[in-house]
């Protein structure tokens, strides 16, 4: 997968890191001079570029043309907008990813300015909140633009149904992916003959209704 980000601070490095380690391809852009001196630092050379992400001729000379992601996440929202709606209508990426700073400029993030999905920190900030107050074993970590799907962490409670069962012998209801199991400090890639144990940290994509489920099974 071919991904290119605009912003080299520390959203972009993480986010840069992540897919490198899953063998993507990824150029970041970073404009201000004493980022891009860190960025150096963080980055081999070779997936770093110095120069504007809403340089049309810049973003070409990256090779935007083949990128399966574009994602804008600078400190600035008129520049993730301005650099979204270049990269969709200009040049067509498949997927365009900008990360809005302010709330009050949510509404502009669309895809009508080029952008397919948003990412409104203060939004998701809020969820958590609420989330984690409503429901103490289950929070939701980030809303799906389509449909009504949101990756949720569900913590496994003692005595519950799923205890020392194996993931293929839950009902997982349809509407409902296991992503990953966290144990302590290991990372689990679930298998049907994966074991899940009380005090796990389940990983899911569910939606509202299988959310209940998921809940009736790792919490109750």
């Not at 504007?52 to 810049?58: A, E, K, V």
């Not at 973003?59 to 574009?70: C, T």
């Not at 970590?141 to 799907?149: E, I, Q, S």
């Amino acid at each position: 997968m071919n991904v290119i980000i605009v912003g080299g601070g520390f959203t972009g490095v993480y986010l840069a890191k992540l897919l490198l380690e899953n063998h993507c391809s990824v150029k970041v852009l970073e404009n201000r001079v004493g980022v891009f001196t860190k960025l150096q630092k963080d980055l081999p050379a070779a997936n770093i570029v110095n120069g504007s992400g809403t340089d049309p001729n810049l973003l070409e000379s990256v090779g935007i043309s083949a990128a399966d992601v574009f994602v804008s996440v600078t400190d600035t929202d008129e520049v993730n907008l301005v650099a979204s709606t270049i990269a969709k209508f200009e040049f067509g990426v498949p997927r365009v990813i900008a990360r809005v700073n302010n709330p009050k400029d949510a509404w502009m993030f669309n895809a009508s300015m080029g952008v397919d999905s948003c990412i409104n920190q203060a939004d998701l900030m809020a969820h958590l909140i609420i989330e984690g107050i409503d429901m103490k074993n289950m929070m939701t970590l980030l809303k799906v633009n389509r449909g009504d799907a949101s990756i949720i962490q569900v913590h496994v409670a003692e005595g519950c149904k799923a205890a020392g069962q194996p993931i293929r012998d839950l009902s997982i209801p349809e509407q409902a992916v296991i992503i990953a199991l966290f144990r302590g400090a290991e990372s689990i890639i679930p298998r049907g003959d994966t074991v899940v144990q009380a005090g796990d940290d389940v990983l899911a994509l569910a939606n509202e209704s299988a959310q209940a489920v998921l809940e009736s099974l790792f919490v109750s």
